[in-house]
């Protein structure tokens, strides 16, 4: 009798710790998941701004199609061997 009361106690109190690991382990990876969005919601902002930034810069270095520049035209009419 006094067996089968200390075998459900050593049962309950591994059910409890094997609860309690989970449920950590559970807060564990909410956490992590709540910072990496907060995280987003505070760089995204910027990676776009900068994305943008460099979007309209190479667009506005581009040069025109048909048009070369100087050295292009030098190096097109040199004499190759």
């Known amino acids: 009798m006094i067996g089968a009361l200390v075998g459900f106690v050593v049962v309950a109190v591994l059910a409890v710790?094997?609860?309690v690991a989970v449920i950590a382990?559970?807060?564990?990876v909410?956490?992590?998941v709540a910072g990496l969005v907060g995280?987003?919601?505070?760089?995204?902002p910027f990676l776009l701004l900068g994305w943008l930034a460099?979007?309209?810069i190479r667009r506005?270095?581009?040069?025109?199609r048909g048009v070369l520049s100087a050295r292009?035209?030098?190096?097109?009419?040199s004499p190759s061997y």
């Not at 382990?25 to 564990?28: A, F, P």
């Not at 506005?60 to 025109?64: A, C, L, N, Q, S």
């Not at 292009?72 to 009419?77: G, K, M, P, S, V």
């Open 39 to 44: 995280l987003a919601f505070k760089l995204l």
């Open 72 to 77: 292009d035209r030098a190096w097109l009419d």
């Open 30 to 32: 909410i956490g992590v």
């Open 54 to 56: 460099v979007k309209l």
């Open 60 to 64: 506005v270095e581009r040069p025109r």
């Open 17 to 19: 710790v094997a609860l």
């Open 25 to 28: 382990l559970l807060g564990v």
